[in-house]
């Protein structure tokens, strides 16, 4: 089934000259209350300027994904850390947890639309998501010219999940 158009977030995107940095900062802030409540740490690290050509919401949009995923994922007492940094001509965003984490075959299937982890918890009422954020997230990467990983050690090993875009000249 394809997404829709909505869904995709294939509607123009409003290309500008942003640094990362604050664009992540923000949302890092804007959720941090919720990981508070949830007696998870959130630490933001930022190492230099990360100019990129990009749709600052459509960007908050795929960091808000990510970070909300890691809360969900996180247990009491965890710990999640964003980096933000300037990496071989991409602006390098990383979102690292030390929740459920991922089995290997999981690490792709993620990013198909629907694909939800067996057994993984949810919270809320929720039910956990719709599992087609991370779809859009990686389509919105891609779209700007980037990518969207994720790599962990294996089920409760945490994970990480790293957006690339290219910098700006």
Same mark, same amino acid.
């Given at each position: ?57 459509? !960007? @908050? ?6 970070? +909300?995923?890691?809360?969900? $994922? &996180?247990?009491? *007492? ?57 779809? !859009? @997230? ?6 700007? +010219?980037?990518?969207?990983? $994720? &790599?962990?050690? *294996? ?15």
């Amino acid at each position: 089934p394809i997404l829709s158009r909505d869904e995709e977030g294939v509607e123009s995107l409003d290309l500008q000259l942003v640094d990362l940095a604050p664009v992540v900062e923000r949302v890092v802030a804007r959720l941090r209350p919720q990981a508070t409540d949830a007696t998870i740490e959130v630490q933001f690290d930022r190492y230099g300027q990360t100019p990129v050509l990009a749709d600052a919401d459509r !960007i @908050a949009q795929v960091i808000t994904n990510l970070v +909300g995923n890691a809360i969900r $994922a &996180t247990r009491e *007492g965890g710990r999640i850390t964003v980096h933000c940094q300037p990496e071989a001509g991409h602006g390098v965003v990383q979102v690292t947890d030390t929740g459920e984490g991922l089995a290997s075959d999981d690490l792709e299937r993620i990013f198909e639309r629907f694909y939800r982890v067996p057994g993984r918890r949810s919270s809320g009422s929720d039910g956990g998501g719709s599992g087609i954020g991370l779809t !859009i @997230a990686r389509h919105l990467a891609e779209r700007h +010219g980037g990518s969207l990983t $994720a &790599t962990s050690a *294996g089920r409760g090993q945490g994970a990480t999940f790293t957006l690339r875009l290219p910098l700006a000249s």
